[in-house]
């Protein structure tokens, strides 16, 4: 536990001390938030609910892969060789799930508030919406953790992140983009279990094998 | 496995499932019709798919507890069938579908699901091919492969039981068994998987023994310095 404690602590302080990664995210989301609302300006009227969830879920999808692609990468050969000298895989592989699912609640809760902003807000239950970011940003980041951490084995890792990573993580976004839906007629919990109870076991499944399966990609 | 009597067994079979399967009796449904002996075709071979990437799975699994490369040619090998198997069942299905729903496409979750699991496999074999070294390649590829059998059988399986689809199964439909699966089409249905599955092993084997004898000549001719 105190191990996984250092670690997260670890990318934190790695994180500030080169605040552009986190910078260059958040600019990221903006600027892609702001070119979709020009891209509508012509038409404001045809942006219906359906499409403004459908958008406002891919953003928050390719933000995932940029920002998640690059934390295996960023770390030089020698680092990851003194990282594994001192603590067991099972700790990284859980604190960078941890630290990234931190960053993607953070990127992609000021990317719903930007997003209301210049969108508007066709949300009626601000609630479950609140949930379905908390579990897709959870899913996203513990699926394209263990992803990065095989994309950056590879040479041409930023076209393989992409490639493995979309298929896979589908089912996902399918599950949160319902639920969005949802939370956007503002119907009532109990017709959504069915999609939190399936996102949190898609969840579990994804933690629990990644939690398995690092070791072994930690050694080569 | 290099015996030969499972190879005739799977010709025979496969012999049988054919002309069974378009001569043999076949139960009288609406709108179905004489299409239900797709069943031996379509839903055959998506079960035998199942199967051979459930066996690729499992050596995948016992490389990485092992270490021995020949497994990883094995996972990879198999893996290769089933995505063969899987196209045919697409192109099958889409047969299927043309006659009865009208529409060679249509917009259903299993369908989406089939060739999202398609892609995830094909992304595999990206994988495969983007690693010069064949240890490292072996280690990595065999944990893709397992993450991917573990979100492949929910994209097929589960997911499309949630929402409305146009397969039996799905939405509230009931499942084959439960209505139409008549003791004719059994006595096809169930050799036709295990003839397939047996078609499947015979591809996947041709290829591994050439892999492994493509290695053996490598190796004797580095040893006698040539390379």
């Given at each position: 536990m105190n191990e996984i404690k250092t670690l997260i602590w670890k990318e934190v302080t790695l994180e500030w001390r080169q605040k552009y990664a986190l910078s260059g995210m958040l600019l990221y989301v903006v600027s892609t938030v702001f070119v979709c609302y020009l891209s509508f300006n012509l038409r404001r009227n045809q942006l219906t609910p359906i499409v403004w969830n459908t958008l406002f879920w891919i953003i928050l999808l390719f933000t995932a892969v940029n920002a998640i692609a690059k934390s295996f990468s960023q770390e030089r050969h020698g680092r990851l060789l003194y990282y594994y000298s001192l603590c067991s895989p099972q700790a990284i592989i859980i604190s960078k799930i941890i630290y990234n699912s931190f960053i993607m609640l953070l990127l992609s809760g000021l990317g719903f508030i930007f997003y209301a902003f210049v969108m508007g807000n066709p949300v009626q239950d601000n609630g479950l919406f609140m949930i379905c970011i908390l579990l897709s940003s959870t899913g996203f980041a513990s699926v394209l953790t263990l992803i990065a951490g095989i994309a950056s084995k590879a040479d041409n890792s930023a076209t393989l992140m992409a490639v493995l990573s979309f298929p896979i993580i589908l089912p996902m976004l399918l599950m949160t983009i319902r639920l969005a839906k949802n939370a956007l007629d503002g119907l009532d919990w109990s017709v959504s279990t069915d999609e939190i109870t399936t996102l949190l076991s898609i969840d579990l499944i994804v933690i629990t094998l990644s939690y398995l399966l690092f070791p072994y990609l930690w050694r080569s | 496995m290099r015996k030969i009597w499972w190879k005739i067994l799977c010709i025979v079979i496969i012999f049988y499932v054919i002309i069974m399967g378009f001569m043999g009796p076949v139960p009288r449904l609406a709108i179905i019709n004489e299409s239900i002996r797709n069943t031996y075709f379509h839903v055959a071979l998506w079960l035998a798919m199942t199967t051979l990437l459930f066996t690729s799975m499992v050596f995948s699994i016992r490389y990485l507890n092992k270490g021995r490369i020949d497994d990883d040619d094995?996972?990879?090998?198999?893996?290769?069938?089933?995505?063969?198997?899987?196209?045919?069942?697409?192109?099958?299905?889409?047969?299927?579908?043309?006659?009865?729903?009208?529409?060679?496409?249509?917009?259903?979750?299993?369908?989406?699901?089939?060739?999202?699991?398609?892609?995830?496999?094909?992304?595999?074999?990206?994988?495969?091919?983007?690693?010069?070294?064949?240890?490292?390649?072996?280690?990595?590829?065999?944990?893709?492969?397992?993450?991917?059998?573990?979100?492949?059988?929910?994209?097929?399986?589960?997911?499309?039981?949630?929402?409305?689809?146009?397969?039996?199964?799905?939405g509230g439909n009931s499942t084959f068994g439960s209505y139409d699966f008549d003791n004719d089409i059994r006595k096809v249905f169930y050799p036709a998987i295990i003839g397939y599955i047996l078609l499947g092993l015979w591809l996947a084997e041709l290829r591994i023994r050439i892999k492994q004898i493509n290695r053996v000549r490598e190796e004797a001719l580095i040893d006698a310095g040539k390379l």
């Open positions: - | 094995i996972a990879s090998e198999i893996a290769k069938s089933a995505i063969f198997f899987g196209i045919l069942g697409c192109l099958t299905g889409s047969v299927w579908a043309n006659y009865t729903w009208g529409d060679p496409w249509p917009n259903d979750p299993k369908l989406n699901g089939a060739a999202v699991g398609i892609l995830i496999y094909l992304a595999y074999l990206l994988l495969r091919s983007s690693f010069e070294d064949e240890q490292r390649r072996a280690r990595i590829s065999s944990v893709y492969n397992i993450f991917a059998f573990a979100v492949f059988i929910p994209i097929i399986y589960i997911l499309p039981r949630l929402t409305d689809s146009l397969h039996p199964g799905s």
